[in-house]
């Protein structure tokens, strides 16, 4: 199946991440949505500003993808709603969120959620490096290349 068009959810993607889905979709044709609220300031044609309620951006790309779609986003929830409808979900750093495995996944962050409930600490996220950026287009762009 190859993309239609994809979604970036752009309140959370580093600038990289969506100049890179900027680009690679330009080379490959297909359409790049960009979806932040206001409090983000994103340049392009392809460009919607959402309001600042929570989940709003995710909402509207929900919304609005269709199948043979891809969702760039960081939010594991959004992504297997996505997957709900048939979609692609690709994060980030360059991991594809699959249908056989998105379960796993919202286990391991309520987990995390109901031990930070509970007082306990988990880490954040680490500083993005190069090679995530390199990873992020390696996928995207076999995605793109590839089905």
Not at 18 to 46: D, M, P, Y
């Amino acid at each position: 199946m190859y993309i239609i068009t994809i979604w970036v959810d752009a309140d959370g993607c580093p600038r990289r991440v969506v100049e890179t889905a900027k680009r690679l979709a330009a080379e490959n044709q297909v359409r790049c949505w960009t979806v932040s609220n206001f409090h983000h300031q994103i340049e392009g044609e392809f460009h919607i500003t959402v309001d600042d309620t929570s989940q709003s951006a995710d909402l509207y790309i929900l919304n609005r993808c269709q199948l043979g779609d891809l969702v760039i986003t960081q939010d594991i929830g959004l992504a297997a709603l996505v997957l709900g409808k048939k979609c692609r979900a690709l994060g980030i750093y360059g991991q594809e969120y699959r249908e056989d495995t998105i379960d796993l996944i919202l286990e391991m962050r309520e987990g995390a959620a109901k031990h930070r409930r509970a007082g306990g600490r988990t880490k954040g996220p680490k500083r993005r490096t190069e090679a995530d950026d390199a990873a992020f287009e390696t996928a995207l762009d076999h995605i793109l290349k590839n089905g």
